[in-house]
């Protein structure tokens, strides 16, 4: 026997309240001397027993009313094994379905989502008049399609048949939650879970242990038979970040057999657009994972869109995977300086086969990023004052000594329109006319001057930054890289991050953005500083003073090549993000705040399960105050397209979605492991016959009956039982009375 609500055994105390009365009244008799009665004793002796006796059983008889009250409110039902209690009891039912995409995998007997749901419509037929049920789809999180409990079985049964594969990955626990959540509200006798899933190992990855809060029978039901082989695509990386268009870059596929088996042949097919461009063909281990390297060169500048697919097997979702390129094209640089020849020299196309070979020590073989038309124009500080910048992608500021209000409000407005400036600043440099701009665009607070002896050279910097991820791990940091004498003391803005640092912590570069425009420092000087001198008996003369060797070492030409790319680039604001199912996509138009972005999923329909209207791709997402865009609906792999319309343009940007590549390892966590963490029971033979549930196994586990109504029938007879036995005493106590009267 159990209860439905414990709580009320507490009311079993109160049946000693007719005691504790019956005890109290005793104490108050009270002896009173009488004359002798003797005579009468031998008649009130029989009379005296009956009535004690009849006292007594009334007594009892209250006391188990009380009890019977409170055995009845806390509602005790009868289980399984008792002759009485073979009768069904109402049930409440939450079928918990896998629909990650490993659900997709074609066993030898089918889809293993079609065979969850034939089991899952299997269970909820089994449920009869008076039971209720709910449904969750589980993926890595839960979507409840019924949140309560509802009695119409039927829409039940129908949002399982219509129940299609997620692109999602796989967790288990949260939706295991939610169902225990949706059964604490349940008030029947038999509750049930049952999961229904591959029961692949990494969705258990992150479960801990799950208190059975609901108190629910937790059944486990697999529909993977057998040993499963997988292969997909893991990752894939482009040798360089920045692309320019004529230059051979490798993109790397990670490819991964998830198998016992050896792969004796794949194909990987590179799709540019929707157009093959080229196939690889490989095999693997059991187990392995293999790096395939493919080349292509860009004809046209601009964002690239691509796919690698593999060869068909069970599991084709994760065979294609997605990319989105930034090509840079033509970049039309500004340098304003005083001595800006040897900048043009090193920017100008023509002559990056003569300077091209000094780089070859220190750039990784398979990048040349000279192979981008540059196209370098030259300007004095005065000549800027005036200069028309609406065709300049970029602009280097080279030693330029002072920076004039005239100069910095055409920065500020180059800047606005989403342009760079890259700013090489030395100890010649006037600080303050720097420092005025500290505030609204500059990366950094300049101080004084500093002096290094022996030379500082750049010893910390991320290698992953586009600017250094041409040379080799440590190179720009080697015996032969360049020396710096001296310096600026830079104290960085909150809004900027340091990319690079000298020996002594001092900012090397610094980057900052301004709206969507981007300023790169540098904290030296390029040319040599002009030092004035006074000699008696001769006319002043002047000294010259290297602050740094930047400008003769051969790491300069990749370093600036590749800041321009690189400002370019984020000018172009070209979106290559290549986030998984479920990310959050963010991005920011601050010249857009406040409007509206249009992003559509622009995906071939032979993908498998993209199909659909042109409308079903299309959202409209709003674009916060703040310039912030934010869209959450990344539920299906590939192409996204961003438009967005500013006052003077349509921008058009784009970024890929692929799938987790977690899920494609489909190996199982042992079903007894499982059980143990969710505190379950597993499907064996005797419930389930292939795909379908044996209802009458199921019925058996649901026999139970609660006698609530039973013990409240039997507390009303007690009750009238009790008040005959009280009336009848009371008359009986009556005519002795009488008699006793009669009698004197």
């Not at 509602?75 to 379905?97: Q, Y």
């Not at 002009?530 to 400008?551: F, I, M, W």
């Amino acid at each position: 026997m159990a209860f439905l609500n414990p709580l009320f055994l507490f009311g079993l105390l109160a049946a000693g309240i007719p005691l504790i009365i019956h005890l109290w009244n005793r104490r108050r008799v009270v002896t009173i001397d009488f004359s002798s009665l003797m005579f009468l004793r031998a008649a009130h002796r029989e009379n005296a027993r009956r009535f004690q006796l009849r006292h007594l059983l009334i007594l009892l008889l209250r006391m188990a009313i009380i009890a019977l009250i409170a055995l009845a409110l806390a509602r005790p039902f009868l289980t399984l094994g008792l002759p009485v209690a073979s009768v069904r009891a109402k049930t409440d039912v939450v079928i918990v379905m896998d629909t990650s995409y490993s659900m997709a995998y074609q066993d030898v007997d089918g889809i293993r989502l079609e065979k969850a749901k034939t089991l899952a419509t299997d269970i909820l037929e089994t449920l009869r008049h008076g039971d209720s049920a709910a449904l969750i789809l589980m993926s890595d999180i839960p979507k409840p399609i019924f949140r309560q409990l509802t009695p119409d079985i039927g829409s039940v049964i129908a949002a399982v048949k219509d129940t299609e594969v997620s692109y999602r990955a796989t967790n288990v626990q949260p939706s295991l939650e939610l169902a225990h959540e949706i059964l604490a509200e349940s008030e029947q006798l038999n509750r049930e879970i049952y999961l229904i899933s591959d029961f692949a190992k990494n969705g258990w990855e992150n479960s801990d242990r799950l208190l059975n809060r609901s108190g629910a029978r937790v059944s486990l039901i697999p529909v993977a038979e057998g040993e499963s082989h997988n292969t997909n695509i893991e990752e894939i990386r482009p040798s360089n970040q920045l692309i320019g268009v004529y230059l051979p870059f490798q993109l790397n596929v990670t490819t991964a057999n998830h198998s016992v088996a050896p792969l004796a042949r794949s194909i990987i097919t590179l799709f540019i657009g929707s157009e093959k461009q080229k196939t690889v063909s490989f095999s693997a281990a059991a187990n392995e994972s293999l790096n395939t390297n493919l080349t292509y060169n860009f004809s046209t500048p601009g964002t690239h869109t691509g796919y690698f697919t593999l060869t068909s097997d069970r599991l084709n979702i994760d065979n294609r995977r997605y990319f989105a390129l930034n090509v840079i094209g033509e970049v039309r640089v500004l340098c304003v300086g005083e001595q800006t020849e040897y900048l043009t020299l090193a920017l100008n196309p023509r002559h990056i086969s003569a300077l091209s070979a000094a780089t070859d020590a220190v750039v990784s073989e398979d990048i040349n990023p000279g192979g981008v038309m540059i196209l370098p124009t030259q300007c004095t500080p005065n000549q800027f004052e005036r200069f028309p910048l609406e065709d300049y992608d970029v602009i280097i500021l080279a030693d330029v000594a002072e920076i004039t209000p005239q100069a910095g409000a055409q920065l500020q407005t180059f800047l606005r329109h989403g342009k760079s400036v890259i700013a090489f600043v030395g100890s010649g440099s006037e600080i303050e006319s720097y420092n005025r701009f500290g505030d609204i665009w500059m990366p950094a607070k300049f101080g004084g001057t500093l002096t290094w002896t022996p030379p500082q050279q750049v010893q910390m910097y991320q290698e992953t930054h586009p600017i250094f991820e041409i040379f080799p791990s440590g190179r720009f940091s080697a015996q032969y890289a360049p020396r710096f004498y001296s310096g600026v003391v830079l104290r960085p803005t909150s809004e900027s991050k340091v990319i690079a640092h000298f020996g002594d912590d001092t900012p090397f570069l610094i980057e900052r953005s301004h709206g969507r425009g981007t300023v790169l420092l540098y904290n030296c000087g390029l040319f040599a500083q002009q030092n004035g001198n006074s000699n008696a008996g001769a006319g002043p003369s002047r000294t010259q003073t290297y602050t740094n060797d930047l400008l003769v070492n051969p790491y300069f030409l990749p370093i600036l090549q590749q800041s321009v790319l690189y400002t370019a680039a984020a000018n172009n604001n070209r979106v290559t993000w290549g986030g998984h199912i479920g990310d959050t996509y963010t991005a920011r138009y601050p010249r857009s705040a406040g409007g509206k972005a249009t992003i559509e999923l622009k995906t071939d329909t032979d993908t498998p399960g993209n199909e659909g209207s042109d409308t079903d791709n299309i959202t409209v997402v709003p674009i916060a105050e703040d310039g912030t865009l934010q869209f959450r609906g990344t539920e299906r792999p590939g192409i996204y397209q961003i438009e967005v319309r500013t006052q003077d343009r349509l921008q058009r940007d784009f970024f890929a979605v692929n799938v987790d590549p977690r899920e494609a390892d489909l190996v199982q966590i042992p079903l007894q492991q499982a059980a143990a963490r969710v505190d379950a029971q597993t499907g064996t033979d005797e419930s389930t016959e292939g795909t379908t549930i044996a209802a009458d196994t199921y019925n058996r586990k649901r026999h139970g009956r609660e006698i609530w109504g039973e013990l409240l029938l039997l507390t009303v007879c007690l009750m009238l039982f009790e008040s005959y036995l009280s009336n009848r005493g009371t008359h009986a106590l009556m005519e002795t009375d009488k008699k006793f009267a009669d009698g004197r």
